[in-house]
């Protein structure tokens, strides 16, 4: 009898704690929204709105901050009068996210719409998404990132694959219907294994032709269709380094808006200290280099403004915290260090 009333307690305890918990109710909230479009429409009249331009976030800079301004719905109808543009624009809008309080945050994008007018009229600017990540607040670099990567989508499915026809989404930006076949196409990530290669004394690190001047990185890939984490990391360093990698560690997880939307999955792994000689792909690769742990922890304390030298010549640093190669560096410091 006493085992029964314990388990009806925990029962009760368990429930009780779900029907409280903020993260539990902020998701079915937000899950009624996408698959609620009267209720979402209902909800655009209480939120809030990021704005973008051609995908480029709108930044406020306040002394040496950068803000990204959470308009009001009222606010965003009164710019898009000023402009001569219909109030419906705002159905345009995808949710991206609420706050504890269960305001819903949405991203509308007015590339249509004159530059120029919006900036000077909020007095602010549309700022290109690689670096508002950097200098924003984490938590709304999360929420860009997520905004522009639906942004980017809706913008390029609107057309059914299967009968070409126009292509209609939900209010929230969920998904979007082709109407004649039928057919829900959901947004998608694509997945990219990040790695950084160590030997057990050294980790090496990558450039890209892409990459700012100075910059080195983990290596990274996506993923082939058919290939597990595991294989894609032992494959983008036989094919980039020509080193042969042992058993893939993971880190963690991180999306990631360029290209496109991806998801990184981040993690270590070691080669044999014997194989260590590098052949890189010049094809995929602008430098590769091992770097011992001095070398690391001197290049962490450098940024793109401070590795430039007085000779010209640029000395190495590492993507800033917001970006998940920063972690696996860091945490291969702390590894070597304990």
């Known amino acids: 009898m006493a ?29 009624e929204l996408r698959e609620n479009d009267s209720f979402c429409r209902q ?8 704005l973008f331009h051609n995908l480029s976030p709108f930044l406020q800079e306040v002394g040496r901050r950068y803000l990204v301004p959470q308009l009001s719905a009222t606010e965003t109808k009164r710019i898009l009068e000023k402009l001569k543009e219909p109030e419906q624009c705002i159905e345009k809008s995808v949710l991206i996210g609420c706050s504890d309080e269960h305001i819903p945050y949405f991203a509308l994008d007015l590339g249509a719409l004159e530059k120029s007018v919006i900036e000077s009229e909020l007095e ?18 999360l929420l860009l990132a997520s905004a522009q990567a639906l942004l980017r989508w809706h913008d390029s499915h ?13 209010v929230a930006g969920s998904k979007r219907v082709c109407h004649e076949s039928g057919i829900i196409y959901y947004p998608q990530m694509s997945p990219v294994v990040i790695t950084l290669v160590s030997d057990g004394s050294r980790c090496l690190l990558v450039r890209q032709p892409s990459f700012p001047p100075g910059m080195f990185s983990a290596l990274s890939g996506f993923c082939d269709v058919g290939e597990t984490v595991e294989e894609t990391a032992r494959r ?14 993971y880190s963690a997880s991180q ?8 998801l990184m999955v981040a993690g270590h792994v070691l080669v ?8 890189m792909n010049s094809l995929e690769l602008e430098a590769a280099r091992w770097f011992d742990l001095e070398e690391v922890v001197e290049a962490l304390k450098r940024g793109p403004k401070t590795s430039k030298q007085e ?7 590492f993507p800033p915290k917001q970006a998940i190669a920063h972690r696996l560096i860091q945490e291969w410091v702390k590894q070597q260090t304990s």
Not at 255 to 262: A, E, N, Q, R
């Open 3 to 31: 085992l029964i009333y314990q388990a009806v307690c925990r029962k009760a305890s368990s429930l009780l704690c779900r029907l409280h918990s903020t993260y539990v109710r902020k998701m079915r909230y937000l899950n």
């Open 43 to 50: 909800a655009q009249i209480s939120g809030t709105f990021y």
């Open 124 to 141: 602010g600017s549309f700022t290109d998404l690689r670096k508002a990540l950097f200098v924003v607040d984490e938590k709304d670099s």
């Open 158 to 170: 609107q057309y059914c694959s299967k009968t070409g026809q126009p292509t209609h989404k939900n």
């Open 236 to 249: 983008e360093v036989a094919e980039e380094v020509g080193l042969e990698a042992q058993a893939f560690r």
């Open 255 to 262: 999306h990631w808006p360029f290209p496109s939307s991806c």
């Open 272 to 279: 044999r200290a014997e194989h260590t000689e590098i052949s």
């Open 311 to 317: 000779d010209g010549s640029i000395l190495p640093w």
